[in-house]
Nanobody, 115 residues
Framework: QGQLVESGGGLVQAGGSLRLSCAAS????????MGWYRQAPGKQRELVARITRGGSTNYADSVKGRFTISRDNAEDTVYLQMNSLKPEDTAVYYC?????????WGRGTRVTVSS
């Protein structure tokens, strides 16, 4: 059974940086897009950033210019570099991997930004 494992969350002061990583394993199909979503308390899960296998990216307006998504296709790993963090970035961040048959989700990593 395929799985995604996130790491890199934590507590950081406003203006600081964090780098999230997500490694896929035991997924027997080609992974097309990979992405990061987040869910803040009392809010719906939202897309943060997404990257295709070819490297095309898209970002939520709220993170443009601050966050950068990248991936290593050979290692089936996706990263999210988060700079200039704001308290409103506080959420649980989930990794997503899309294949032709299935969407995979990680269990999430918590990011807390203090003011």
């Amino acid at each position: 059974q395929g799985q995604l494992v996130e790491s890199g969350g934590g507590l950081v002061q406003a203006g600081g940086s964090l780098r999230l990583s997500c490694a896929a394993s035991r997924i027997n199909f080609v992974i097309n897009a990979m992405g990061w979503y987040r869910q803040a308390p009392g809010k719906q899960r939202e897309l943060v950033a997404r990257i295709t296998r070819g490297g095309s990216t898209n970002y939520a307006d709220s993170v443009k210019g601050r966050f950068t998504i990248s991936r290593d296709n050979a290692e089936d790993t996706v990263y999210l570099q988060m700079n200039s963090l704001k308290p409103e970035d506080t959420a649980v961040y989930y990794c997503n991997a899309n294949t032709v048959l299935h969407d995979y989700w990680g269990r999430g990593t918590r990011v807390t930004v203090s003011s």
